[in-house]
């Protein structure tokens, strides 16, 4: 017998009580839908095959750019106290890019985060692969360390409808931020 705290309300419940009410109900929104519920049946038939997938990822990473204008002490990729430092920056080429973007929306993504080993705002084209992604009809959020964002740049990103913003500080003070990114003042905090 299923307890009442098993319950789909209950559930619901507790999942508004940590995430918040707005963001539940748009959760519940970009999930529930006939072609969300065809394509979670794809993925249970392949689960149950064993042997073959019959669908694509619904959540898909994508890191732009190992390249950052920050050399955080915590970061794996860039930090200061690093011994080895590439001795180039790797961009993903466009064109490709957004062929793959296209392909993950034939194959049922619905979420794309963009992030990585870098920065994004390094991307020159970021606002052009944000562009596509929402013409595509998949829900995008960009990870960031927010430096290198312009009031136009945040504008642009608005109105091209970017679902989510994450910016990564890594400090809870402008003292303690300028300690963990070398080369930055406590007024880029």
Same mark, same amino acid.
């Given at each position: 017998?299923?307890?009442?705290?098993?319950?789909?309300?209950?559930?619901?419940?507790?999942?508004?009580?940590?995430?918040?009410?707005?963001?539940? $109900?748009?959760?519940?929104?970009?999930?529930?839908?006939?072609?969300?519920?065809?394509?979670?049946?794809?993925? $249970?038939?392949? %689960?149950?095959?064993?042997?073959?997938?019959?669908?694509?990822?619904?959540?898909?990473?994508?890191?732009?750019?190992?390249?950052?204008?920050?050399?955080? %002490?915590?970061?794996?990729?860039?930090?200061?106290?690093?011994?080895?430092?590439?001795?180039?920056?790797?961009?993903?080429?466009?064109?490709?890019?957004?062929?793959?973007?296209?392909?993950?929306?034939?194959?049922?993504?619905?979420? $794309? #985060?963009?992030?990585?080993?870098?920065?994004?705002?390094?991307?020159?084209?970021?606002?052009?692969?944000?562009?596509? $992604?929402?013409?595509?009809?998949?829900?995008?959020?960009?990870?960031?360390?927010? #430096? %290198?964002?312009?009031?136009?740049?945040?504008?642009?990103?608005?109105?091209?409808?970017?679902?989510?913003?994450?910016?990564?500080?890594?400090?809870?003070?402008?003292?303690?931020?300028?300690?963990?990114?070398?080369?930055?003042?406590?007024?880029?905090?």
């Amino acid at each position: 017998m299923q307890s009442s705290k098993d319950t789909l309300p209950a559930f619901l419940k507790n999942y508004s009580k940590t995430r918040g009410f707005i963001q539940t $109900i748009d959760s519940i929104c970009r999930n529930l839908s006939v072609r969300n519920i065809h394509e979670d049946y794809l993925i $249970i038939k392949g %689960l149950s095959s064993g042997t073959r997938s019959f669908s694509g990822p619904k959540f898909v990473q994508i890191d732009l750019t190992d390249d950052c204008n920050n050399s955080c %002490l915590c970061c794996w990729c860039n930090s200061a106290l690093k011994k080895e430092k590439p001795n180039q920056r790797d961009y993903l080429d466009y064109s490709a890019l957004i062929k793959t973007i296209g392909e993950l929306k034939q194959m049922g993504t619905r979420e $794309i #985060t963009l992030s990585g080993g870098g920065e994004p705002f390094m991307y020159s084209r970021l606002l052009d692969v944000v562009a596509y $992604i929402k013409k595509k009809g998949i829900y995008c959020q960009l990870y960031t360390n927010f #430096t %290198l964002a312009t009031k136009e740049s945040l504008r642009r990103l608005a109105g091209l409808g970017l679902d989510r913003l994450i910016v990564s500080l890594w400090a809870a003070d402008s003292e303690v931020y300028s300690l963990l990114h070398p080369g930055k003042d406590e007024h880029c905090f």
